[in-house]
């Protein structure tokens, strides 16, 4: 009894095509096209590639955000630079629930990132 399972333990196991097809996968199958279904089935939304412009409301922020910033914009559902330029620094900071000091650096953080931006394209 010993002897047969030390025997089974140190033989390769067999190549065959139960395995393969038990796990959805062919010879033929690509790696790209077994990334792309496991993704559909985990929910994923896989687009296509275009060449359309990107709307400026969907670019990336030239500026690094805090934890504290992305927070912010998750509870209030809207851009940073929108609830931190509307109206003043004190409106501000009592809508968000901060201190109007720190809305005034988030300000010139945000302002000194997009001159930085808009005149680094001249350069």
């Not at 993704?39 to 687009?47: A, D, I, K, N, T």
């Not at 940073?80 to 201190?99: C, K, M, P, S, V």
Request: hydrophobic letters at 35%.
């Amino acid at each position: 009894m010993v002897r047969s399972l030390s025997r089974l333990a140190m033989e390769r196991p067999r190549k065959s095509g139960l395995i393969e097809k038990s796990a959805g996968m062919d010879k033929g199958t690509r790696p790209s096209d077994i990334r792309k279904r496991i993704l559909r089935q985990r929910g994923v939304e896989l687009r296509k590639l275009s060449r359309k412009p990107i709307p400026i409301a969907d670019l990336p922020a030239p500026y690094p955000k805090s934890v504290l910033m992305k927070l912010i914009e998750l509870k209030f559902r809207d851009k940073l630079d929108n609830l931190i330029f509307t109206g003043t620094i004190y409106e501000a900071g009592r809508r968000l629930n901060i201190h109007p000091s720190t809305i005034s650096k988030w300000r010139k953080l945000i302002e000194k990132a997009k001159e930085e931006e808009f005149f680094g394209q001249f350069r």
